[in-house]
């Protein structure tokens, strides 16, 4: 994400943008791994999951609570957790990982006895859902996507002159991140820090996977993402992809449970990329592959002279450079690291031992 007007200089607009890549041959084949959760029956047999038993919600989770108060026992394909405990949320309503059926549905924590629900266009799994008085403030990195004018602003501008730093542009760096993620087709990706689910969108409208999970911590973020998704005609209620919102440092799903990651010009907001970083560890299946883009603090042209300066001007942001990117990544427990780099732009991918 950036942070300067767009009428700023390329050098400053550059603090604020996301990430790109160039073709790559695609990761290593790995073999089959066992999956904990399985999204639907179109997951891919290199994929299998078990189906996780939950018993059927507390009556006021219900959209029509029924006469017959008896304990029934449902089997679910449930992907979500509870960011508090990571217990598996218990579901009531139908089966599914798509906008109309998540909106139907209520989730429940068993242990935390913690409720969540898509009251207002997403499904909120963040640990202060529900809070009546407190409301968490964020870092300004993260407090600015927040805002209702940036997030309308985003895909209308504000993303496009991310190509001034290096940034191949949205197509191509889709493309590029396919190239990575062959190997989790027929899987769940979820595209963390989505923005207004430029991506998101992209990876869905593909088919390649068994769910798409749209997630960000901004409200309003998520508001155009939803608002995007319902005007593109080539979407339709069953089109695999949930909106969802969550702190990317509290990812609420179960470890190993998921296929896919993908972080499109987000790290350099987090808060503390080592944190972020550690979460989508835990929560890739053995195998599952990250890709991520994101600014670097300076592009190997930049003069030695000026870039003190220029790290000065940016510490409000995690802006890292290649080998920092890299160090993380292999200190979370993560493998096999590639990346490219383009002026200031970096896209690299890793995968779960």
């Known amino acids: 994400m950036a942070m300067a007007s767009l009428t700023t200089s390329s050098s400053s607009i550059a603090l604020l943008n996301k990430p790109f890549l160039r073709n790559r041959s695609p990761l290593s ?17 290199r994929f299998p999951s078990a189906t996780i038993r939950a018993v059927a919600l507390e009556p006021e989770l219900n959209e029509t609570p029924s006469s017959d108060k008896k304990e ?31 909106y139907r549905s209520g989730f429940k924590c068993g242990q935390c006895n913690k409720t969540y629900s898509s009251k207002d266009e997403y499904l909120d799994l963040t640990v202060t859902a529900g809070f009546d008085s407190f409301n968490e403030v964020k870092p300004i990195t993260t407090e600015l996507f927040r805002s209702p004018l940036v997030s309308f602003l985003y895909e209308r501008g504000w993303r496009q002159n991310f190509a ?30 989505c923005g207004s689910g430029l991506f998101s969108r992209k990876f869905a409208k593909s088919g390649k996977y068994s769910g798409v999970i749209a997630l960000d911590y901004s409200e309003n973020m998520l508001r155009q993402c939803n608002e995007f998704i319902k005007k593109d005609t080539t979407f339709d209620s069953s089109t695999n992809i949930a909106v969802v919102r969550a ?6 799903f179960p470890s190993g449970s998921v296929d896919a990651v993908h972080a499109g010009a987000a790290l350099h907001c987090w808060p503390s990329p080592t944190n972020a970083i550690a979460e989508i560890c835990r929560v890739l299946r053995s195998g599952g592959v990250f890709v991520g883009t994101t600014f670097l603090r300076y592009s190997p042209s930049t003069p030695w002279i000026i870039r003190p300066f220029q790290s000065r001007i940016l510490q409000n942001y995690n802006y890292l450079m290649q080998d920092e990117i890299k160090d993380v990544c292999t200190t979370c427990g993560l493998t096999d690291y590639e990346d490219i780099v383009q002026d200031s732009f970096i896209m690299f991918t890793a995968r779960k031992p």
Do not use: W
Not at 29 to 45: D, E, P, Q
Not at 247 to 252: G, W
């Open 72 to 102: 029934t026992e449902t089997e679910q394909t449930q992907v979500f957790a509870c960011p508090v405990c990571y217990e598996p949320l218990m579901r009531k309503g139908p089966s599914g990982i798509n906008l109309q059926a998540i």
């Open 164 to 193: 001034r730093s290096g940034f191949p542009g949205p197509d191509e760096e889709f493309r590029m991140a396919e190239e990575y993620f062959k190997e989790a087709e027929g899987g769940v990706l979820v595209d963390v820090s």
């Open 247 to 252: 702190d990317v440092s509290r990812l609420p």
């Open 29 to 45: 084949s790995s073999t089959s791994h066992s999956r904990l959760y399985r999204l639907s029956s179109s997951v891919r047999s």
